[in-house]
């Protein structure tokens, strides 16, 4: 929970019937203070306030054009509403905790702003789809702007790859060098999972995209209501079909952070990357001191911290989404006040997501190949091997498992002799292969091994520029 998010102290609310809050007509006494501690919501519910004010809004205008209110009692919620958001941008508006949540706290502030009219807002609508609508509408902002956020760490990506589509590496498996890629080629894998990450957040919106407003406590309303035109002029598609599910449902929620929590695991591991090539080990890439820090103790430190956070960061959004499951799990039909559970979890979770993304995209633009050490290491670990393998099948018809068999043999020979593959004699390869010609050491170079990559997606240069110029496509 942010700073801002802190209950600003004010002068105690107006007295209501029966010394309760606006819900207790049915109580002739106060809640006890514990009681008080454990209800109150707006230390962090007050982060939906532009959300339940569109609502409010939006509600206001369909009750006047249905006939259930007079014009001039909407015009009154409509100057009072603009008032309150007016003074919530200023900071100024007294959010209070004996109020409880977002709701209640605008609800009786525009009472003190425009007298009994505010009491006809809640008309047709229960603090129940009114949550369920300002926390659908905040986590559907959330998915855009994350969508966006995506998007700004793909073009990141994609520019970075373009430059190096030929620039030499070793691929790893199992983190041993297997086959010669290209760094254009490894970035572009990350704009290929990214990119499933911003569809992820895009299919959540769309199913999300449905109104609870209108559905009440849980049953509907009596009053003739619109709930088409509520659901239309606060963007949404339809609204929900079913009351009972409209005010419990919080699958929309779970869904958006599961897909944050792969989106997460995703930063995460190119984090680990990062980390792992700004060692002096592999020294492959360095990062400015924009975003690495120091040591206390060790002046010749250069630790990239925002790697190592951004990675950190997917254990939140984990936290968060198995914290949401067990609030949900075994929940009967319809609303329970467990359910006010639903927010902190994530709120911190797209708090966590949005901090990453931002922090990943800048390291993407500001990070620099070491283009000779990496060329130097693409050869390492005999990572041609698989090229020699396919010259016998390719040039001498063996079968690949005979060609396997060779291959390995070659390689238990170079090492034997202290040197690489290309540098085995030609008399070495024919004692194991007598067909064995001069023509293979074409291609057991590392960059001839990357170059003949030519298959759909492979890493030679030139598919890799084919990706780039296919994504910068579909980022434009």
């Avoid at 100024?92 to 006809?120: K, Q, S, T």
């Avoid at 789809?129 to 073009?155: I, K, M, P, S, Y």
């Avoid at 030519?454 to 890493?459: I, Q």
């Amino acid at each position: 929970m942010s700073d801002d998010s802190r209950p600003v102290p004010s002068k105690p609310a107006p007295a209501q019937a029966g010394g309760q809050a606006m819900w207790g007509g049915r109580f002739t006494a106060k809640p006890a203070e514990l009681m008080q501690a454990i209800n109150v919501s707006i230390g962090f519910d007050r982060r939906l306030a532009t959300q339940d004010l569109a609502g409010s809004r939006a509600h206001a205008a369909m009750l006047r054009n249905q006939g259930v209110i007079s014009s001039e009692d909407e015009a009154a919620i409509q100057e009072g509403l603009d008032a309150i958001e007016g003074e919530i941008a200023a900071g100024v508006f007294p959010f209070r905790e004996e109020f409880e949540d977002i709701h209640m706290n605008v609800e009786a502030r525009l009472r003190e702003l425009i007298g009994p009219a505010a009491g006809r807002l809640h008309t047709a609508r229960s603090r129940n789809d009114q949550v369920a609508l300002d926390f659908r509408l905040w986590v559907r902002e959330a998915c855009d702007h994350t969508v966006g956020q995506l998007n700004t760490l793909l073009r990141a990506l994609v520019a970075k790859a373009e430059p190096h589509a030929a620039t030499l590496m070793p691929g790893f498996t199992h983190l041993q060098p297997a086959q010669p890629v290209t760094f254009g080629h490894h970035l572009m894998a990350y704009v290929e999972m990214f990119g499933r990450d911003a569809t992820r957040f895009a299919d959540a919106r769309r199913r999300m995209n449905q109104s609870p407003l209108g559905a009440a406590a849980l049953a509907g309303s009596p009053f003739p209501i619109d709930r088409h035109a509520t659901a239309a002029a606060l963007g949404f598609d339809d609204p929900m079909a079913n009351s009972l599910d409209a005010v419990s449902a919080r699958d929309f929620a779970l869904e958006a952070l599961s897909a944050g929590v792969i989106c997460a695991i995703n930063l995460s591991r190119l984090a680990e990357e990062i980390v792992l090539w700004m060692t002096p080990q592999f020294g492959f890439v360095t990062l400015t001191d924009a975003f690495t820090t120091g040591s206390s103790i060790m002046p010749q430190k250069k630790n990239p911290d925002a790697a190592e956070l951004t990675r950190a960061k997917a254990g939140r959004l984990l936290g968060s989404f198995t914290q949401l499951a067990m609030v949900m799990k075994g929940l009967p039909l319809t609303y329970s006040k467990d359910m006010q559970e639903d927010k902190v979890p994530t709120f911190e979770a797209f708090d966590a997501l949005s901090l990453s993304l931002a922090a990943m995209a800048g390291m993407v633009e500001d990070l620099e190949p070491n283009v000779e050490r990496m060329a130097a290491a693409a050869g390492a670990g005999f990572s041609t091997a698989t090229d020699l393998a396919d010259w016998l099948v390719r040039e001498l018809g063996t079968p690949f498992r005979d060609a396997h068999h060779v291959t390995g043999s070659a390689v238990r020979r170079a090492e034997a002799l202290g040197c690489d593959l290309p540098g085995l004699p030609l008399a070495e390869l024919q004692a194991l292969e007598p067909r064995i010609t001069e023509g293979v050491y074409l291609v057991l170079t590392p960059q001839a091994s990357a170059a003949s990559r030519t298959s759909y997606g492979g890493t030679a240069p030139d598919q890799v520029r084919a990706q780039v110029a296919r994504w910068k496509e579909i980022l434009r």
